[in-house]
């Protein structure tokens, strides 16, 4: 099974860069893809795509998994994803990177780019 079925099977529209005619692309131009169709990036590349994510204003999501382990350890750390989103679809601005401290899995969500309490100013 692969990260894309486990997140249809979870409810979730889910396509693999490489069944979009994406294989090869550079990260930026994946990147402008991602914006453009408004999709959630599922990646284990997490310094290239976090340095990307931190210039959108705004974006659909982020999902990091931690570290690179083999595909059956991806499955599950994808599952504990879907498990600790709950019922939640929004992920707008919303990094979620989740990974292994030995057995235990850790999940950690934050906004990126940061929330900037500047833009409130009048």
Same mark, same amino acid.
């Given at each position: 099974?692969?990260?894309?079925?486990?997140?249809?099977?979870? =409810?979730?529209?889910?396509?693999?860069? &490489?069944?979009?005619?994406?294989?090869?692309?550079?990260?930026?131009? &994946?990147?402008?893809? &991602?914006? /453009?169709?408004?999709?959630?990036?599922?990646?284990?590349?997490?310094?290239?795509? /976090?340095?990307?994510?931190? /210039?959108?204003?705004?974006?659909?999501?982020?999902?990091?998994?931690?570290?690179?382990?083999?595909?059956?350890?991806?499955?599950?750390?994808?599952?504990? &994803?879907?498990?600790?989103? =709950?019922? /939640?679809?929004?992920?707008?601005?919303?990094?979620?990177?989740?990974?292994?401290?030995?057995?235990?899995?850790?999940?950690?969500?934050?906004?990126?780019?940061?929330?900037?309490?500047?833009?409130?100013?009048?």
């Amino acid at each position: 099974m692969s990260l894309v079925e486990v997140a249809n099977r979870a =409810g979730h529209e889910a396509h693999h860069v &490489v069944h979009l005619g994406m294989q090869g692309w550079k990260d930026p131009e &994946v990147m402008e893809r &991602v914006r /453009r169709d408004g999709f959630i990036l599922v990646t284990n590349n997490a310094v290239d795509f /976090r340095r990307l994510y931190a /210039r959108e204003a705004i974006h659909a999501g982020l999902i990091i998994l931690l570290p690179q382990v083999k595909p059956e350890i991806q499955r599950a750390l994808l599952r504990a &994803v879907f498990a600790h989103l =709950g019922d /939640r679809d929004d992920l707008i601005n919303k990094v979620i990177e989740i990974g292994l401290d030995g057995e235990e899995v850790i999940v950690d969500e934050y906004d990126l780019p940061p929330f900037d309490v500047g833009v409130l100013r009048s």
